[in-house]
């Protein structure tokens, strides 16, 4: 019975300073007997001292280890014949610039577990850090509001926020968003600018947690077809901001005129459904992409949308906090995630063109795609606490067996994509995405 597991230093970007497994949660593992690797890290936020008295051993290099943790993809020539790797793989979009990485691991015969999958009965979620891109998310697009305007040449309190890997922690965090608050309710905002409002895709963790952050200013929800009518009806204040939560019905309309929108047919047959959302565009200053999205669904903001919204004069909408930040995607302009050291662009809707940075006709767009680690000890100790009941049942489990008789928590076992180098049975249709990604 395997007793040893270990926690990989993460390269795929300079600021990902995460770890699937914090201190305490090690302390747990090696008071049950667990020998816990820990390959060392100049920049992971919690240090190897704390490890150290944690029980962990630290070390270079991660061979003599089973199995192992980590957060973001793994490089294609990190991976070791046999081994077990749990970690946010990004294959199950068929994402093609991962193709590569998963056909390494099916070379060398590797476990993999992916922690998206990993979910209960009813397909419901349990391990994710998409909280935290919310609460992230949120913060970081204030500030960016922030900035925006202020290089506009205009005053605003939001330029008293700043980006969220500024603060030590959350708590640090939504303080300064409370004091931004407070300055609203005591002087309000430009009355040029108002009403503030904010929308939201969906109603899930992500969503949540960026309205948690939204909620510490004097907040006001409305409905969507509220937000048409807030500013024609002169029925708002400069000293409120007015959030906007949307959900699939308020997004799309199917295609044939006077049939009703119905969610379950709208999730087998999105292809029977066409975006309705432009309509909402010029109501909103900041918009909150929090929703899970793939290509056969239609896309929230097009580039024709913005262009239109641009032509029109009317360009109220100062900010797209794209926290899902699927390239190509629901945001058709998000052409890629930005990085933390660099997170903001303006798309220009003529030109079709992002310049890097606050200056510039057109639309900011805030897309940062690791969100969490801009939160780095808050997310971690979040993500922690919900793997660890899970990890010595993957420690110890004997994946030389069959898959059928491997002996996993079904949580866990749902969500395991590769046992022994091949596609387990409800992963074979990435099987097309391998070979595609061979031809091209």
């Known amino acids: 019975m395997n007793k040893k597991i270990g926690i990989r230093h993460e390269d795929k970007y300079l600021m990902e300073r995460r770890t699937a497994l914090p201190p305490r949660f090690v302390k747990q593992l090696t008071e049950q007997g667990f020998k816990v690797y820990v390959e060392d890290s100049p920049k992971r936020i919690f240090n190897a001292t704390e490890f150290r008295r944690a029980g962990a051993i630290i070390t270079d290099n991660l061979t003599e280890v089973p199995v192992i943790f980590g957060v ?4 294609s020539t990190w991976f070791e014949e046999g081994k077990t790797y749990v970690f946010f793989s990004h294959v199950i979009k068929g994402q093609p610039y991962n193709m590569p990485m998963l056909a390494a691991m099916m070379e060398k015969k590797c476990n993999l577990i992916e922690y998206e999958k990993i979910t209960d009965e009813q397909g419901k979620r349990l391990i994710f850090f998409g909280r935290y891109a919310g609460l992230a998310g949120m913060i970081n697009s204030l500030w960016s509001y922030g900035q925006r305007i202020k290089v506009q040449g205009e005053k605003t309190h939001f330029s008293r926020i700043r980006q969220s890997h500024k603060y030590n922690s959350l708590a640090d965090a939504e ?13 309000g905002i430009n009355p040029e600018m108002a009403p503030l409002t904010i929308g939201f895709t969906g109603n899930g963790n992500v969503s949540k947690g960026a309205q948690h952050i939204a909620n510490l200013l004097p907040a006001v929800e409305i409905t969507p077809e509220e937000l048409l009518n807030l500013k024609s009806k002169s029925n708002y204040s400069n000293k409120l901001v007015y959030k906007v939560i949307f959900n699939e019905q308020d997004l799309v309309e199917p295609k044939v005129a006077g049939q009703k929108f119905d969610l379950h047919d709208y999730y087998n047959h999105p292809e029977k459904y066409q975006s309705c959302f432009e309509k909402y565009l010029p109501h909103l200053t900041i918009l909150m992409n929090c929703m899970y999205w793939d290509n056969r669904y239609p896309r929230i903001v097009t580039k024709d949308a913005a262009e239109n919204l641009f032509k029109q004069g009317n360009m109220k909408l100062k900010v797209i906090g794209d926290v899902t930040c699927d390239p190509d995607g629901s945001i058709e302009f998000t052409h890629k995630g930005t990085e933390i050291e660099d997170p903001v662009f303006v798309y220009h809707p003529i030109d079709r063109k992002p310049a890097m940075g606050f200056d510039g006709e057109g639309i900011l767009v805030m897309a940062v795609d690791i969100l969490p680690s801009e939160l780095p000890r808050d997310s971690s100790e979040g ?45 074979t249709y990435l099987e097309a995405h391998l070979n595609k990604n061979k031809s091209v």
């Open 72 to 75: 973001k993809e793994i490089p």
């Open 383 to 427: 993500f922690g606490e919900a793997l660890i009941e899970f990890v010595p049942a993957i420690a110890e489990a004997d994946y030389s067996v069959d898959f059928e008789k491997l002996k996993l928590p079904p949580e866990i076992k749902r969500a395991m994509i590769l046992h022994k180098g091949k596609l387990t049975p409800d992963f």
């Open 175 to 187: 303080q300064a968003v409370k004091e931004v608050g407070e300055l609203i309710r005591a002087h």
